[in-house]
């Protein structure tokens, strides 16, 4: 990963959506945002974004994302801008009983 680029990290689940892949690199660029990171993963990963955003676009309520360990709900949810060499975290949540 080269200073530039944007690292994405999926657990197990959601790797399996993504041709088994943990980890994608994607590039950053000024003004990404959460939305338009989520848009180019769904370009390549139509199955994955849709795991992760719902048919409106909106991210899942069982769908947790961090930027740099920071909750996108705490900042600008979808809006919320994605820097040059920032990790983003997709996590779902699991529920049991």
Same mark, same amino acid.
């Given at each position: 990963?080269?200073?530039?680029? *944007? =690292?994405? #990290? @999926?657990?197990? +689940?959601? %790797?399996?959506?993504?041709?088994?892949? !943990?980890?994608?690199?994607?590039?950053?660029?000024?003004?990404?945002? *959460? =939305?338009? #990171? @989520?848009?180019? +993963?769904? %370009?390549?990963?139509?199955?994955?974004? !849709?795991?992760?955003?719902?048919?409106?676009?909106?991210?899942?309520?069982?769908?947790?994302?961090?930027?740099?360990?920071?909750?996108?709900?705490?900042?600008?949810?979808?809006?919320?801008?994605?820097?040059?060499?920032?990790?983003?975290?997709?996590?779902?949540?699991?529920?049991?009983?």
């Amino acid at each position: 990963m080269t200073a530039g680029e *944007v =690292r994405v #990290l @999926l657990p197990e +689940i959601l %790797a399996a959506t993504a041709d088994g892949q !943990r980890e994608l690199t994607l590039p950053g660029s000024e003004g990404l945002t *959460v =939305r338009s #990171l @989520l848009t180019a +993963i769904g %370009a390549r990963y139509p199955v994955l974004e !849709r795991r992760i955003r719902d048919e409106t676009g909106t991210v899942r309520r069982y769908v947790n994302i961090y930027i740099d360990g920071q909750d996108i709900r705490g900042l600008n949810r979808q809006d919320s801008v994605v820097g040059a060499g920032a990790e983003v975290m997709v996590l779902q949540s699991i529920a049991g009983g």
